[in-house]
Nanobody, 120 residues
Framework: QVQLMEAGGGCVQAGGSLRLSCLAS????????MGWYRQAPGKESELVAT???????TYAESVQGRFTISRGNGQNRVYLQLNNLKPEDTAVYYC??????????????WGQGTQVTVSS
C-alpha cells in the first residue's frame, strides 16, 4: 500500500504565504504524476496544480502566478508554495499521486487533506 501524508496547512491573513508538503511512503516501484486538489465548503473539488516525474507543471487559472508546485529529491515528495493568498483560497487541500505498484499496476492515491484558512 502507498500512503500520502500532507503537512503545512494553517491560518494566514490575506496576502500571506504557506508551504504545503506531501510525502509518499509504503510499498511502490515509482511515484509518477503528483498534484494537489482543493475543496472549499459547498464547492466542487478543484485541481490546483500537477507535476509529472519530469517536472512538467500545470496550474488552475485561479492560482497561476501565485502558487508553485515542485518535487523533492527522490521524487516521493511534492510541495505547494502558496503566495499572495486570498480568502477564496480557503479550502482543504489534498495531495494526490499516481503510483506504480510491484504488481505492475498503476493506482491513484490520496492524502487525508490539510486545511488552509485565509482571513481578510
Amino acid at each position: 500500500q502507498v500512503q500520502l501524508m500532507e503537512a503545512g496547512g494553517g491560518c494566514v491573513q490575506a496576502g500571506g504565504s504557506l508551504r504545503l508538503s506531501c510525502l509518499a511512503s509504503g510499498i511502490y516501484c515509482s511515484i509518477n504524476d503528483m498534484g494537489w486538489y482543493r475543496q472549499a465548503p459547498g464547492k466542487e473539488s478543484e485541481l490546483v496544480a500537477t507535476i509529472t516525474s519530469s517536472d512538467f507543471t500545470t496550474y488552475a487559472e485561479s492560482v497561476q502566478g501565485r502558487f508553485t508546485i515542485s518535487r523533492g529529491n527522490g521524487q516521493n515528495r511534492v510541495y505547494l508554495q502558496l503566495n499572495n493568498l486570498k480568502p477564496e483560497d480557503t479550502a482543504v487541500y489534498y495531495c494526490t499521486a499516481e503510483a506504480t505498484l510491484p504488481s505492475g499496476d498503476d493506482g491513484d492515491v490520496w492524502g487525508q487533506g490539510t486545511q488552509v484558512t485565509v482571513s481578510s
